[in-house]
């Protein structure tokens, strides 16, 4: 249990153009997931969190304008890296967390995208 | 704040080394602490957690102990195989807040 998938798992596309990833919950259903990225050799740092039915909270720095996420229910939610720039290329894993199994504050990852802009 | 600290790669050590990798956490609260492994080409999975002082996580024969007094969580293995080597991320709970933060990652090689 507790798989969480995410697609594509590789994307290139054209600078200015705008690309969606995907984060699903396979067999659970997850109140909050959180979007992540990846630099090389480096760790991951928080972009956002997202909340089903409500707006995503952002971390400092990051440009909600240009990464959009929407959480629509309770298995899924997207990020849409709008206008993107060769230095938006990077790696986005989501995580997502089981309700049911709230106490340990436990984070399940997808198996992460890498994007390429050229 | 919430940080977590871990040493840096890459370790490289022969199949059947004993392995430590270490880590610290700021004491802030009372966070959960995980291990993360990254395999390449994958996504992260969760090798062992502790939620409490004094816990001992343990999972394919890595061992971490919830130091609440050294605010430490080293990660252990008395014999490493090829198989093991990946990226490893220590990681703890922020204070107040459902993500989590992690340590920069600690690169492990193992050699046949």
């Known amino acids: 249990g507790a798989v969480v998938s995410q697609h594509p798992s590789r994307v290139i596309c054209k600078s200015g153009t705008s690309v969606k990833i995907e984060c699903r919950s396979l067999?659970?259903?997850?109140?909050?997931m959180f979007w992540y990225r990846q630099f090389p050799k480096k760790s991951l740092m928080l972009m956002a969190t997202?909340?089903?039915?409500?707006?995503?909270?952002?971390e400092q720095g990051v440009e909600k304008d240009k990464f959009l996420i929407n959480h629509a229910s309770l298995t899924l939610s997207t990020l849409t890296v709008t206008s993107a720039h060769p230095e938006d290329s990077s790696f986005y894993i989501c995580?997502?967390?089981?309700?049911?199994?709230?106490?340990?504050?436990?984070?399940?990852f997808g198996p992460g995208t890498r994007l390429t802009v050229l | 704040g919430n940080s977590v600290t871990q040493m840096e790669g890459p370790v490289t050590l022969s199949e059947e080394a004993f392995l430590t990798i270490n880590c610290t956490y700021t004491?802030?609260?009372?966070?959960?602490l995980f291990w993360y492994v990254q395999y390449p080409g994958e996504g992260l999975q969760l090798l062992l957690k502790?939620?409490?002082?004094?816990d001992k996580g343990s999972n394919k024969g890595f061992e971490a102990t919830y130091r609440k007094e050294t605010t430490s969580f080293h990660l252990e293995k008395g014999s490493v195989q090829v198989s093991d080597s990946a990226v490893y991320f220590c990681?703890?709970?922020?204070?107040?807040?459902?993500?989590?933060?992690f340590g920069s990652g600690t690169r492990l090689q193992v050699q046949p």
């Open positions: 995580s997502a967390r089981d309700q049911r199994r709230d106490s340990y504050n436990e984070q399940f």
């Open positions: 067999d659970f259903q997850a109140t909050t």
């Open positions: 997202s909340n089903e039915g409500s707006k995503a909270t952002y």
């Open positions: 004491a802030t609260g009372y966070p959960s």
């Open positions: 502790a939620t409490k002082a004094d």
């Open positions: 990681a703890r709970t922020a204070t107040g807040r459902r993500a989590l933060t």
